[in-house]
C-alpha cells in the first residue's frame, strides 16, 4: 500500500460476501457499474471475461472466485473495480468484480496488524495486512501480487489479440 505521509495508507474498501477488503487507492483508476461482460473461451473459471472501458478491452477477474468463493451473483450494488497492474515494468488495467463498493479510507498504521501465520501450505502473500475498523476486520490486498505473472501475460495476449482483431475489422 502506498503510504500518504509514512503513518497512513489510504484504501478504497469492498465487498466479497460479509467481508471486507481494502485496495491500495493508487492503484484504483474508476470504478464503473457493472457492465456486459464478454466471456473468453478456455480462461479459468474467475475470468468472468473482457468489458470495454472507452474502446480499450480490459479482463474482468470475479475475486470471490479468485480466492476460492462462490461466484458473484450480480446485485444493483455489484461494481467492477478497474485496478491498474504492474508486472515487469508495465501496467495492465484489470477489472476486479465486487459484490460493492463501501468507502475511502485512512488507516493509520496503528489500525494494521501483519497478515496471520497460516503455516505453509496456505499462500497469503497477496495480503499486505489486516486493519481494524470499528468492530470490523478489513484484509489490505496487495493487488500486484494478488495477479500471478502468468495470468497477466495471458491476459495482455488476448487483449492484444482482441485490439487487433477490432483494428482488422474496422
Known sequence: MSNDNGNTQTVLTVTLGQEQYALDIY???EILDMAEVTRIPKMPAYMRGMVNVRGTA???????????MEPIEQTLNTRIVILEIEKDGKVT???????????VLVLHEEQID?????????????????????DAFIILLDVDKVFARE????????????????KTAA
Open 114 to 134: 501483519a497478515p496471520p501465520e497460516l503455516g505453509s501450505s496456505v499462500d497469503i502473500d497477496f495480503i499486505k495486512g489486516i486493519a481494524r475498523k470499528d
Open 93 to 103: 488495467p484489470m477489472g476486479a468484480m465486487t459484490d460493492s463498493v463501501r468507502d
Open 27 to 29: 492503484a484504483v483508476r
Open 151 to 166: 495470468e497477466i501475460t495471458m491476459l495482455r495476449q488476448v487483449r492484444e489479440d482482441q485490439e487487433n482483431t477490432n
Open 58 to 68: 480490459v479482463p474482468v477477474v470475479d475475486l470471490k472466485m479468485k480466492f476460492g
